[in-house]
């Protein structure tokens, strides 16, 4: 597995639509898409910085993972994503490293990308996505 960028980094925020008015009355950013991903309990909203992204993550529901980091840590930075040619592929790679995994294959997430989470006890504390086209 070798990243070719920075996909994204994930925020997870109380209030999307107050986050998307810091981040576009401050920041100055354009949200250019907003999408729910049912099946994670979580409504997105992306703003891109060059050729990175910033994902703004709403909990749908309070037993979404979103709304439990909330509860545990406050809102904040969540995951950082990196690009990968193949996700099952680097998913792999990364448990024979002995990388513990959230995901053992690619599922779907927002902007349909094929996404796996590497847990972050085994990544430095650090919520590490690995996502592709």
């Excluded at 981040?23 to 050729?51: H, P, R, S």
């Excluded at 792999?92 to 989470?117: H, M, P, T």
């Amino acid at each position: 597995m070798t990243p070719t960028h920075i996909e994204h980094i994930g925020i997870a925020v109380s209030n999307l639509e107050e986050a998307i008015k810091y981040w576009e009355e401050v920041m100055g950013l354009k949200c250019y898409n907003i999408e729910e991903v049912a099946d994670q309990k979580v409504k997105t909203a992306f703003f891109k910085v060059g050729e990175v992204k910033i994902e703004l993550l709403e909990a749908t529901s309070p037993d979404s993972t979103i709304a439990s980091f909330i509860e545990k840590k406050g809102a904040g930075v969540h995951h950082i994503a990196f690009a990968v040619e193949n996700t099952d592929q680097a998913l792999k790679d990364a448990e024979e490293k002995g990388v513990k995994l959230i995901d053992k294959q690619a599922r779907k997430g927002a902007e349909s990308l094929n996404i796996g989470f590497l847990h972050p006890k085994s990544t430095l504390g650090v919520l590490t996505e690995l996502c592709c086209k």
